[in-house]
């Protein structure tokens, strides 16, 4: 009977746009330890057979929601107990790494290459190390090294966490239970997209993930992964990247050469998963269709101040925009804006009764760029808590619901809306900072459009003030051959 494994789990997880001004700090993150982040896993609870005859370590888990630059203190704290948890926990043979890939901390430019790199130290060379990633992390050469294993997630929207989660935990006790470190092969391909022009949803990213488990069953290779890269943030590793793991070198090496060639090869056809326009052309449209009962509720992503990738949650533009327009103004049509975070405008109007009049300036005091805050006259129409915003207000400004919150929040489920009183299916148009729709929102639209708003993780990519990328890189640089070298170990 084989030996009882010990394997540490434990990880930072957030991803952060360095072009934000919100800085993320210990306040933004939920934080797991012990039992109760063993508890994170379904497959340990019960444990599947794979897992049972191990023995899971509890370090720390620290999530937040997408947001800008980490405090450092925050960083150097989780870091340092992961280490002291390990220290403590004595000999390992793997540690699971939970992260998301794209986390920037002030003063550092490879957060995750650090991470691991701390972590192989303390425990040696020999203890395997797997990493559950998203798909819109980074690969630097450091994380390569430092991991034995590495994979990621394969839909976006992802709805495959969980599964890439426990499939980089399997990987990591077959692996163990083979006694042969797995070969392991790296292509960096000089592609940065948003996310919104690589959903899963639309070729060709469906097609290119799509292939992952034909290339998984050939003989030799364990596990193959597709980074996009994380298109917001300016650090020499973002970018798209392929890494293939298994037993035989000769077989990851060629598949891990054939991913990157496919990648590279339809980079051309990658487009945004909705058409586009400015707010105001995506208003126009709106507007108009809601004649049209098919398609409303009519969906329109501010998507440059997406908190779901980073964005402050508080630029007004696209707000000042919805209320210039009279027929949401006079209440003609229904419409709802999620949201902003702003806990002081929250604090000001909660407390009073529901239908109250009430003037409050809202937004702007994170990302100041115009218009910056804006006032609003209306009346409060609902108050309510959320597990994600705190405690959120509507204010009714004509037919217009304006959602503030005291946390930054993506409204991605329904669930959230009828907290205030909203169903969204009674309504003419929803704006909502959000890049691809989620799943509920995608299923309850009528019709849709993506808007390049301004902020922090602007869709155009080159209004953005790169400075450290390594180019060339497409789309910002297109007459360029590209540099596909597979690195093995």
Not at 85 to 107: C, F, K, T, Y
Not at 417 to 434: E, F, P, S
Request: charged letters at 25%; one cysteine or more.
């Amino acid at each position: 009977m084989p030996r009882s494994l010990r394997i540490a789990i434990g990880g930072i997880h957030i991803e952060s746009s360095t072009f934000s001004p919100h800085l993320s700090t210990a306040d933004d993150f939920h934080v797991t330890r012990g039992d109760a982040l063993l508890a994170r896993y379904d497959w340990l609870s019960p444990a599947r057979p794979w897992a049972g005859d191990v023995e899971w370590v509890p370090l720390v888990h620290a999530r937040a929601l997408p947001g800008g630059v980490v405090d450092p203190a925050a960083y150097d704290a989780w870091s340092a107990e992961i280490l002291d948890r390990l220290a403590e926990a004595g000999p390992v043979d793997g540690v699971l790494l939970d992260i998301h890939g794209a986390m920037s901390v002030v003063g550092r430019e490879d957060a995750e290459g650090d991470l691991v790199t701390a972590i192989r130290t303390l425990i040696g060379p020999e203890p395997y190390i797997s990493t559950a990633m998203d798909l819109h992390g980074n690969v630097s050469h450091v994380l390569f090294e430092g991991c034995d294993l590495l994979t990621c997630y394969r839909t976006a929207p992802h709805v495959d966490v969980w599964e890439t989660r426990e499939r980089a935990a399997r990987n990591l006790v077959d692996a163990l239970r083979r006694g042969q470190r797995p070969h392991k092969a790296l292509v960096h391909v000089p592609i940065l997209l948003p996310g919104e022009m690589t959903s899963t949803r639309t070729e060709p990213a469906r097609g290119l993930y799509a292939g992952i488990p034909e290339i998984e069953a050939q003989e030799g290779v364990i596990d193959a992964a597709v980074w996009i890269g994380f298109a917001w943030a300016d650090q020499p590793r973002c970018r798209g990247a392929v890494v293939v793991t298994g037993t035989d070198a000769a077989a990851v090496e060629k598949a891990a050469g054939q991913l990157g060639e496919h990648f590279w090869s339809v980079r051309e056809e990658f487009a945004f998963v909705a058409p586009t326009g400015s707010m105001d052309e995506c208003l126009d449209v709106a507007l108009a269709a809601a004649a049209d009962p098919s398609r409303r509720p009519f969906f329109i992503s501010d998507s440059g101040d997406n908190p779901g990738a980073g964005g402050a949650d508080d630029v007004t533009f696209a707000l000042e925009r919805m209320l210039a327009r009279p027929r949401i103004r006079d209440g003609s049509l229904r419409a709802v804006y999620a949201s902003l975070v702003d806990p002081e405008a929250v604090a000001q109007v909660a407390d009073q009764p529901l239908g109250s009049p009430v003037r409050v300036r809202v937004g702007g005091r994170i990302d100041q760029r115009d218009p910056g805050p804006l006032q609003l006259d209306g009346v409060l129409e609902a108050v309510a808590e959320d597990p994600a915003g705190g405690r959120c207000a509507s204010v009714r400004v004509g037919g217009l619901s304006v959602f503030v919150t005291s946390r930054r929040m993506q409204y991605a489920e329904l669930a959230s809306y009828a907290r205030l009183g909203i169903a969204v299916g009674d309504m003419d148009l929803v704006v909502v900072k959000i890049g691809y729709l989620e799943p509920e929102l995608f299923d309850a639209a009528g019709d849709w459009l993506l808007a390049l708003t301004p902020g922090g993780v602007d869709q155009d990519l080159g209004r953005l003030p790169y400075r450290h990328l390594v180019r060339p890189v497409f789309p910002l640089d297109r007459d360029f051959a590209a540099d596909l070298t597979v690195v093995t170990r």
